[in-house]
C-alpha cells in the first residue's frame, strides 16, 4: 500500500528515541521527511545522519519542550527549513512517578509541563502550516489514562487530558479537514521502559510478570508496531478517521487478562 507520503513533512516530538524514534524511521522509509525534535542532542544527530546515509530525508532540532517559547522556535524553524508541516506527533514525554503521597505541587506543575504543555503549544504553533496542508497530528497518550497505575497522578492526568485534547481539536479543526487521533500504548521495550522496569528489585521477574498478562502473544508491544499505526494515520489513507483513540497493546487494555493463560497453551 503506497501511503502517499513521500516529500512530506513530519515533526516528532521525542523522535530521537523509543516510540518516537520508530515513528521518524518509519516516515522516512516510506518517502517521507522526520523532522526528529527533543532534549537528546546526539541521539537526533545520529538518527538523521544514519537516515540520510540511507538516502532518506531526515532534519534533528534540539530543543527542551518545557515551555511556549521553544515550541514556537522549533515550529520557525521547521518553517525556515522545510516550508510545510504535513503532520504533527505529540510523543515526547516521560513516566516520572510524581503522585499524590511521593509527589508535591511544583513536582506536580514541573510534570504537567513535561508532559502535557507542549503538545497544545506544539498544535497551536504548527496549525497555520497544518491549514495549509490539510496535515494531521496524532497524539500519543498511554493506557494510564484509562487503567490508573498509582503514584504517578500528573503522568496519568497529562495522559488524560491528551485524549481530550484529541477529541476536542478533532471538532475544533473539522472546517479545516485536518484529523486528529490518538495511540494508547501500553507495554512498549524502549529506554524510558528499561530506565522504569530497573527500579524493580528483580526487573526480569518483574518483566516476565508484565508479558504473561499481555493477551496477544504474552509479548511486549514492539515500537515498530506502534509506528506503523503512527504513520497510517497521519496519511491520507486515513482520510475518513478522526477523533479516535487507538488502541495497540496486544489487547492489554480491553481483553480479560485471565486470557493469558489460554494464550500460553
Ligand atoms: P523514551 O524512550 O524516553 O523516548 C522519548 C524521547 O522523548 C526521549 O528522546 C526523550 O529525551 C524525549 N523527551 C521526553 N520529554 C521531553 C521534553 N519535555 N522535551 C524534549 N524531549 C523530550 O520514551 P518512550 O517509551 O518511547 O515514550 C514515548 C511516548 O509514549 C511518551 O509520551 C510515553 O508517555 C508514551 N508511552 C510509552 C509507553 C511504553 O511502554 N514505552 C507506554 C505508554 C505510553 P531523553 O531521553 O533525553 O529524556
Not at 504537567?112 to 496535515?135: C, T, W
Not at 504513520?231 to 497493546?249: K, M, N, W, Y
Request: glycine share 10%; aromatic share 6%.
Amino acid at each position: 500500500m503506497d501511503l502517499h507520503i513521500k516529500d512530506k513533512v513530519f515533526i516528532i516530538t521525542g523522535g530521537a528515541k523509543g516510540i518516537g524514534e520508530a515513528i521518524s524511521r518509519t516516515i522516512a522509509e516510506e518517502g517521507g521527511v522526520p523532522v526528529i525534535v527533543g532534549r537528546s542532542l546526539e541521539a537526533g544527530r545520529q538518527l538523521a545522519q544514519s537516515l540520510r546515509k540511507k538516502g532518506h530525508s531526515a532534519l534533528a532540532i534540539h530543543k527542551e519542550l518545557g515551555n511556549a517559547e521553544s515550541c514556537r522556535e522549533v515550529v520557525e524553524e521547521v518553517m525556515a527549513t522545510s516550508g510545510r508541516i504535513d503532520g504533527l506527533v505529540n510523543n515526547a514525554g516521560a513516566n516520572d512517578g510524581i503522585g499524590l503521597e511521593n509527589g508535591d505541587p511544583e513536582a506536580y506543575l514541573r510534570s504537567l509541563e513535561h508532559n502535557l504543555h507542549h503538545y497544545y503549544f506544539m498544535a497551536h504553533y504548527a496549525l497555520p502550516a497544518l491549514k495549509e496542508a490539510r496535515g494531521a497530528i496524532l497524539n500519543i497518550s498511554s493506557k494510564t489514562a484509562i487503567t490508573g497505575q498509582g503514584g504517578t497522578s500528573a503522568y496519568a492526568a497529562a495522559k488524560g487530558a491528551q485524549l481530550a485534547f484529541t477529541r476536542e481539536w478533532a471538532v475544533e479543526l473539522l472546517p479545516y479537514s485536518i484529523r486528529v487521533n490518538a495511540i494508547v500504548p501500553a507495554e512498549v521495550m524502549t529506554p524510558l521502559y528499561r530506565k522504569w522496569i530497573e527500579t524493580f528489585d528483580e526487573p526480569e521477574k518483574r518483566l516476565k510478570e508484565t508479558e504473561k498478562n499481555i493477551p496477544l502473544g504474552n509479548r511486549m508491544t514492539q515500537s515498530k508496531e506502534i509506528a506503523d499505526m503512527a504513520v497510517f494515520l497521519l496519511s491520507e489513507r486515513a482520510a475518513h478517521i478522526t477523533g479516535q483513540h487507538l488502541f495497540v497493546d496486544g489487547g492489554y487494555v480491553h481483553l480479560d487478562r485471565s486470557l493469558s493463560v489460554i494464550a500460553m497453551r
